[in-house]
């Protein structure tokens, strides 16, 4: 945010002093290439509206008491003509640079998340769980990371088609997002296996909010008749682990004593 601030300080303080130069200098050539810079860095950084707004001014027409100058009737025709075709060039660059930006925004989103349901993928749950992690150090305060399975999803697929099983993988994460707190990070490991990580939060604080989750999720699958449960691994970390796949792991072991325990449970865990 700060960063951004400066940026569009920065235009703003180079449109000033392009116009000062154009006003005192009193050039008769066109200063529209220096214009551009403000234009383009204020629309990248701010909106395509700012941009808009500064290209404008940019493009402000020239008036015949400026100083040292004076302009006859063609000449002042000529100032607004020249005025009107730089407003032009500064919509269409601020046009280019904002569709630029949005899908620049579109590639990183998708790098980022499943493009199916929406949510975090497997390597931005990394990155974001290690600098939870690393907060978490610091504080001193234990994070709880759970791995989420839904049992027998596999027959969705086979019985009711693979449209069926997406549909039924975008509610999960629906649901789940709905249940968690801002601050806690949902994402699609892969298949029909989810992760769920909850900073600042011990054994007993975890497990109230899970088990509200599985018993959600069994009612929704209930509701649209699918044979489909949830098992749940979850391992509370007193000080997290220098790598977040080794949290993964243990969580993802307690998944599978879920599995094997019978399905649709909760197994919980301790480290550290």
Same mark, same amino acid.
């Given at each position: 945010m700060k960063a951004r601030v400066a940026w569009i300080v920065l235009a703003l303080a180079w449109f000033v002093a392009v116009d000062w130069v154009d006003w005192v200098k009193g050039f008769e050539g066109s200063l529209a290439v220096y214009y551009l810079i403000p234009v383009i860095v204020m629309t990248w950084h701010g909106s395509w509206w700012a941009g808009l707004l500064l290209g404008l001014c940019c493009a402000s027409p020239w008036w015949p008491e400026r100083?040292?100058?004076?302009?006859?009737?063609?000449?002042?025709? /000529?100032?607004?003509?020249?005025? !009107?075709?730089? %407003?032009?060039?500064?919509?269409?660059?601020?046009l280019v640079i904002s569709s630029l930006k949005r899908a620049l925004d579109r590639e990183r989103a998708l790098a980022r998340t499943d493009p199916l349901t929406g949510a975090w993928n497997a390597r931005a749950f990394r990155d974001l769980a290690g600098l939870e992690a690393t907060r978490a150090r610091r504080s001193g305060l234990p994070m709880t990371l759970a791995c989420l399975d839904m049992d027998r999803f596999k027959e969705v697929n086979d019985r009711h088609g693979h449209a069926v099983g997406d549909e039924l993988?975008?509610?999960v994460v629906a649901l789940l997002n709905a249940q968690v707190r801002a601050t806690d990070l949902v994402a699609r490991l892969g298949g029909d296996e989810f992760a769920i990580l909850l900073p600042e939060t011990g054994r007993e604080a975890a497990?109230?909010? /899970?088990?509200?989750?599985?018993? !959600?999720?069994? %009612?929704?699958?209930?509701?649209?008749?699918?044979?489909?449960?949830?098992?749940?691994?979850?391992?509370t970390f007193a000080v997290p682990l220098p790598s977040i796949d080794e949290m993964l792991r243990q969580a993802d072991a307690r998944l599978y004593e879920a599995k094997r325990a019978g399905k649709d449970r909760i197994v919980q865990a301790e480290a550290g």
């Open positions: 100083p040292g100058s004076a302009f006859d009737d063609y000449e002042q025709l /000529l100032a607004y003509w020249n005025s !009107i075709m730089e %407003a032009g060039l500064y919509v269409t660059v601020s993988l975008k509610s497990l109230l909010p /899970l088990e509200r989750i599985r018993g !959600i999720l069994q %009612a929704e699958m209930q509701s649209k008749g699918l044979p489909v449960s949830t098992s749940i691994g979850v391992v």
